[in-house]
């Protein structure tokens, strides 16, 4: 059966898939036409593995060929036949377009040219390199909750805040790479300061780490996070909204610029505090409302596919790849 290796490398842990791709004439057959993909990716198999940052960078680039070849040899013993292409998506700076992870700070690694390494484990099998947010933007936008949108924007509130432009069934890198970066929208001019040189950056205020902070604060619990903030804003705790209210206004603000620039027809939350719900919800989208005057207000829903869309995104990578590598002509 013809599939693809799909990997998920994030801070502390694996996720990886071999992906189906749909049946059909044998890649290479005189006159062959171009195999066309399941919309939704059928995943054969799944697994997990630990990076072991805790033993260094390179550590961590030997675990993810290590596992990527544990499931090139899953697929020859269970499916018949080895992967086709694979895709990877990895956290930090990455350059896609000449296949090299650039830095990732919870991983300490600098300049790894992963797809050629990966090309190299797997006996020369096409590789796409992803990042891992713009990855997971283009498995929400394609079969998750912005299917059938043709511009969106997703946006996870985790320990950061990033994002990812969504244009017609693909993901906007930027000329750098560091298209969507909306963590680093100044929403709070010479407010907290940021890591990244600035001070008010949106992430300082909205990310689950800073509704976390701040709630630790207000409580006086230091083991307090953003979750059980969450809960005691449904409980009708005061301190607890007046906290939620302040991260949701700078989340709108921060996202009307967006909506200003980008005019997505969807926004798409995710991340650890679109799991409160309407709790999330329900400000939010009454916050933006407030805030749009000439704009077009789009539609703002949570994301659908909760922390697989970074595997099912890197399945997607790999069969667009092996796709064009299929329907490239040869000179």
């Not at 013993?77 to 990895?90: C, D, I, R, T």
């Not at 909306?182 to 907290?192: A, F, K, Q, T």
């Not at 709108?252 to 909506?259: E, F, M, P, Q, S």
């Amino acid at each position: 059966m013809r599939h693809v290796i799909a990997l998920d490398v994030g801070g502390t842990g694996m996720k990886a898939a071999l992906v189906g791709v749909d049946a059909g004439p044998a890649a290479g057959h005189p006159g062959a036409p171009p195999p066309q993909a399941p919309e939704h990716p059928v995943l054969l198999h799944q697994a997990r593995r630990a990076t072991g940052r805790e033993r260094g960078p390179e550590a961590v680039v030997d675990a993810i060929l290590d596992f990527a070849a544990e499931l090139r040899a899953h697929g020859e013993e269970h499916f018949g036949q080895s992967a086709l292409a694979a895709g990877v998506a990895v956290p930090g700076i990455v350059d896609a377009r000449n296949g090299v992870a650039v830095y990732a700070a919870n991983l300490g690694w600098r300049d790894v040219p992963l797809r050629r390494l990966l090309g190299e484990r797997l006996g020369g099998v096409p590789v796409a390199l992803g990042h891992d947010v713009r990855t997971g933007g283009l498995a929400e936008g394609r079969i998750g909750a912005g299917r059938g949108a043709d511009r969106f924007l997703f946006v996870p509130l985790g320990t950061g805040i990033a994002g990812a432009i969504g244009i017609d069934g693909g993901v906007e890198e930027g000329a750098h790479g560091f298209a969507g970066e909306i963590g680093h929208i100044v929403v709070r001019p010479g407010g907290i300061p940021c890591p990244c040189g600035q001070h008010g950056c949106l992430e300082r205020y909205a990310s689950a780490a800073a509704v976390s902070q701040a709630w630790a604060a207000a409580s006086g619990d230091p083991a307090a996070d953003a979750a059980d903030c969450a809960r005691a804003v449904a409980s009708g705790d005061p301190r607890a909204s007046a906290v939620w209210q302040d991260a949701v206004d700078a989340l709108a603000d921060g996202l009307v610029t967006a909506l200003t620039l980008l005019d997505p027809r969807t926004l798409i939350i995710g991340g650890g505090l679109a799991e409160a719900g309407e709790t999330l919800f329900t400000p939010l989208r009454a916050a933006v409302e407030r805030r749009v005057t000439f704009q077009k207000l789009p539609s703002v829903v949570p994301a659908a596919l909760g922390d697989t869309a970074g595997c099912l995104g890197a399945g997607l990578l790999a069969r667009d790849l092996l796709h064009a590598t299929l329907t490239t002509p040869r000179r």
